[in-house]
């Protein structure tokens, strides 16, 4: 083995060169005084992503009338620190009662210990430099809380969800401002539905699947009906046949219904997710043979058309 003072220096100093750009690289990343942060969420159908930095108070005042506090109020805001804070959403929303397109934005504000200036404006990278009212998609008023619990770091979040309602709070020291968010989920969720039908009209899973939605909705069950029996003619399973079983059933149809509910216990055999549909299957099956007609009045009826004809 070569001895190290053996080694040429040419060698040596390429070897030293190259520790010091792999160390340098290694180096370059240090802790941010406004660390990066990212919060998602999905609302029914839309996705939302807010992508921004969160500057910490480290003592100071966040809002206030004068250059004593990070942020003056009536100024813009960036909406947090660094670059812009992107607000994206996949499907168009009511914000505020206000109309926003979906699409990729940037998120600013203007404080005001009243009633705030909340900003989507269309230039993404939009920061206090770079702002342009002219590029603005939508402004809304939101009423802050001024006297809330104390943020350190600037903070968003989504809260009160349901399936076509959210909040989106932006929160720092003792302000909270609530922005409600509104989505179409069900005209979303229908042209969803007849893009995939659309797109795969042949795929046995895709049409029970748009079958149930409508089923789930109890609307356009004829529509249903149609997906389902599609289903079924190019793959039948008991999922597609206890979902025809409970469109009959809710059109009334408790004489076709009962029949295909037996025969979904009876195709369930051996699938493995059949043991958490039985107990729903027998339970339907045991209350639609109420309402199925009695003997005699099926006897009635059958008289009744003789005697017409």
Known sequence: MTPFFDIPKKTTL??????TVVFAAQAQRTPSPSPAAQVKQTVGVTDLTVTYSRPMLRGRKAFGPDSTSVR??????????????????????????????????????IPDPSAWTVIFNKNASASEQTYSQGDDALRVKVTPMMNGPKTDAFLVWFSNLTDSTATMNLAWDTALVPVKLAFNTSANTEKNIAEAVAAKPDDANVLASAANYNLSKGKNLNQALEWVNKSIGIKETFRNVWTKAQILAKLGNFTEAVPLAQKALALGQGDSVFPFFKGGIESSLKEWQTKLPSLDAVKGKVMGKKKKS
């Open 14 to 19: 390429t070897a030293l060169l190259l520790g």
């Open 72 to 109: 003056k109020f009536g100024e813009v805001w960036r909406t947090g620190a660094n670059g812009a804070t992107v607000f994206e959403l996949s499907t168009d929303a009511v914000v505020e009662g206000q109309m926003l397109p979906a699409g990729k934005y940037s998120l600013l504000s």
